[in-house]
């Protein structure tokens, strides 16, 4: 299969010998290798029934090792394959339900617990994490599937804080898969989306002709903006068209992190921290990883999604109508942002300090 993708990724009259279907068949092996293998051995504990698939799967963890290496592999490069090759929507989709399903296995929270071990199969969650956002940022008409799918898989993560925070930073600190998850894909929506192969050897062929057809020049003009003009005009409407650009992909960034927050945040409203449902730990844990995140060079959305949470915690507070959990839950977290970090220490190093709460 990696042999495939990597055909499929070459020139046209490599791809031209890979049948469409063979490429469908990637995301659909994949996924009765986790449903049938990968999943059960990560999610069987050494108790009550489970016991002996616990030992079986542990006397075979080399096996199983090898296994996840392998499946790892092959996710980075369906990741970078779907990044740079247009593909049909079943195939998407596949990739898409696959992936998510993925992220949101329930993995051990130590060695001690998982028979194919811990952090193994974490390297395999961060690769479903890479697909879905590779996915996320090439085609945009995915991107409400997709956060649905993980907004209403929210109650199958843990939400208490000795076992939330399973995603380590390079810092060594960790914070919520969530956190990580949202912050990624929101930064994926500010990336300008590659050009197709098509789109490319169209341009290329319209360079082709440059010298031969002013009728062509000026096409390529309109289509390539890197001009070797230094004319004033030139240059303002360079600078407009890249403008235009930047608010247009920060648009897009703006919007996914509003859907985020609202949908959390309304479900938060109606739960408590010791109700059966995880929203408001869910939001809690959320907000101080934002916190301590804010400044990261690594993650820069997090201070798009922390202004979002705090403006739909103000509207909270002030509205009349908001019920007194809904006014507790806004005024502790504002509380939290607002004693969490200092402008002045933020300007320096990355890393802010939040509450335990």
Same mark, same amino acid.
């Given at each position: 299969?990696? +042999? *495939?993708?990597? +055909?499929?990724?070459?020139?046209?009259?490599?791809?031209?010998?890979?049948?469409?279907?063979?490429?469908?068949?990637?995301?659909?092996?994949?996924?009765?290798?986790?449903?049938?293998?990968?999943?059960?051995?990560?999610? $069987?504990?050494?108790?009550?029934?489970?016991?002996?698939?616990?030992?079986?799967?542990?006397?075979?963890?080399?096996?199983?090792?090898?296994?996840?290496?392998?499946?790892?592999?092959?996710?980075?490069?369906?990741?970078?394959?779907?990044?740079?090759?247009?593909?049909?929507?079943?195939?998407?989709? %596949?990739?898409?339900?696959?992936?998510?399903?993925?992220?949101?296995?329930?993995?051990?929270?130590?060695? &001690?617990?998982?028979?194919?071990?811990?952090?193994?199969?974490?390297? $395999?969650? #961060?690769?479903?994490?890479? $697909?879905?956002? &590779? $996915?996320? %940022?090439?085609?945009?008409?995915?991107?409400?599937?997709?956060?649905?799918?993980? @907004?209403?898989?929210?109650?199958?993560?843990?939400?208490?804080?000795?076992?939330?925070? /399973?995603? &380590?930073?390079?810092?060594?600190?960790?914070?919520?898969?969530?956190?990580?998850?949202?912050? /990624? @894909?929101? /930064?994926?929506?500010? *990336?300008?989306?590659?050009?197709?192969?098509?789109? #490319?050897?169209?341009?290329?062929?319209?360079?082709?002709?440059?010298?031969?057809?002013?009728?062509?020049?000026?096409?390529? &003009?309109?289509?390539? !903006?890197?001009?070797?003009?230094?004319?004033?005009?030139?240059?303002?409407?360079?600078?407009?068209?890249?403008?235009?650009?930047?608010?247009?992909?920060?648009?897009?960034?703006?919007? %996914?992190? /509003?859907?985020?927050?609202?949908?959390?945040?309304?479900?938060?409203?109606?739960?408590?921290?010791?109700?059966?449902?995880?929203?408001?730990?869910?939001?809690?844990?959320?907000? !101080?990883?934002?916190?301590?995140?804010?400044?990261?060079?690594?993650?820069?959305?997090?201070? *798009? @999604?922390?202004?979002?949470?705090?403006?739909?915690?103000?509207?909270?507070?002030?509205?009349?109508?908001?019920?007194? +959990?809904?006014?507790?839950?806004?005024?502790?977290?504002?509380?939290?942002?607002?004693?969490?970090?200092?402008?002045?220490?933020?300007?320096?190093?990355?890393?802010?300090?939040?509450?335990?709460?």
């Amino acid at each position: 299969m990696g +042999t *495939l993708l990597q +055909t499929m990724s070459g020139r046209q009259s490599e791809r031209d010998l890979c049948p469409e279907d063979l490429l469908q068949a990637i995301p659909n092996v994949l996924t009765i290798l986790f449903d049938h293998c990968i999943i059960p051995s990560v999610e $069987v504990r050494p108790v009550d029934e489970g016991k002996r698939f616990f030992e079986l799967v542990s006397r075979e963890k080399k096996i199983f090792g090898t296994l996840l290496h392998q499946a790892r592999k092959l996710m980075n490069l369906l990741a970078n394959f779907l990044s740079r090759i247009d593909v049909s929507e079943s195939v998407i989709t %596949s990739t898409e339900f696959l992936a998510t399903k993925l992220i949101f296995v329930e993995n051990a929270h130590n060695d &001690k617990d998982s028979a194919v071990g811990f952090q193994k199969f974490e390297l $395999v969650r #961060r690769a479903a994490m890479d $697909v879905l956002a &590779k $996915v996320f %940022s090439r085609y945009p008409a995915q991107r409400p599937f997709i956060l649905d799918e993980i @907004l209403v898989s929210l109650e199958k993560l843990p939400s208490t804080r000795q076992n939330a925070r /399973q995603f &380590k930073l390079i810092d060594g600190k960790a914070i919520q898969l969530l956190t990580a998850l949202v912050i /990624q @894909l929101v /930064q994926t929506t500010a *990336l300008d989306i590659p050009h197709t192969r098509k789109s #490319r050897a169209r341009r290329n062929h319209l360079a082709s002709n440059d010298a031969n057809e002013d009728e062509d020049e000026m096409d390529v &003009k309109k289509e390539d !903006e890197d001009s070797d003009s230094e004319d004033e005009d030139s240059l303002k409407l360079s600078l407009e068209r890249l403008t235009n650009r930047v608010n247009k992909l920060y648009d897009n960034a703006v919007r %996914s992190a /509003q859907y985020i927050i609202k949908f959390i945040v309304q479900r938060a409203m109606t739960s408590t921290k010791t109700g059966d449902q995880p929203y408001r730990n869910i939001l809690d844990l959320f907000t !101080e990883d934002l916190i301590n995140i804010l400044g990261s060079t690594d993650w820069p959305a997090a201070e *798009l @999604l922390l202004r979002i949470l705090a403006s739909h915690m103000i509207g909270i507070a002030e509205l009349d109508k908001s019920s007194s +959990t809904a006014k507790n839950m806004a005024l502790e977290l504002l509380g939290w942002m607002g004693s969490g970090f200092d402008p002045i220490e933020w300007s320096l190093p990355y890393h802010v300090g939040v509450p335990s709460g």
